[in-house]
């Protein structure tokens, strides 16, 4: 079982870091990726300040499982359960207001469904 959480934490670290990155340095570039409105990633001023918030967070939560131990998984998965179940909502109000494209909150709710099964799924054991 910590075999299966340090491979876990650390894939799921690591993703964070380097999404965390990327947003941090090009956020306007990444959000076009992500599927946000090109007029959007253009124009709007705000837009690099507040990726660059969630990159801090996901620098953070990366940074935070690369150093958690199996014995502190029950709450590192609480608290990612937690962040994704809000961040699924964020998307979800993103895209009722037309903020996103139809791809962008599809694969947002991908990647946080799958996020959300492995952390269920490890914080059942």
């Known amino acids: 079982m910590d075999e299966e959480w340090d491979i876990t934490r650390k894939s799921i670290g690591t993703l964070s870091i380097w999404l965390g990155t990327a947003a941090l340095f090009v956020p306007r570039w990444l959000s076009r990726v992500l599927g946000v409105r090109d007029t959007a990633t253009h124009s709007d001023v705000a837009l690099p300040l507040l990726v660059r918030l969630m990159a801090a967070r996901n620098i953070t939560l990366g940074a935070a499982l690369l150093i958690t131990p199996a014995s502190q998984a029950r709450r590192a998965t609480e608290v990612t359960l937690l962040l994704t179940g809000l961040d699924a909502a964020a998307v979800l109000v993103a895209r009722r207001g037309g903020d996103v494209a ?17 952390a269920v799924r490890w914080h059942r054991r």
């Open 102 to 118: 139809p791809r962008s909150a599809a694969l947002s709710l991908a990647v946080l469904g799958t996020a959300a099964a492995g």
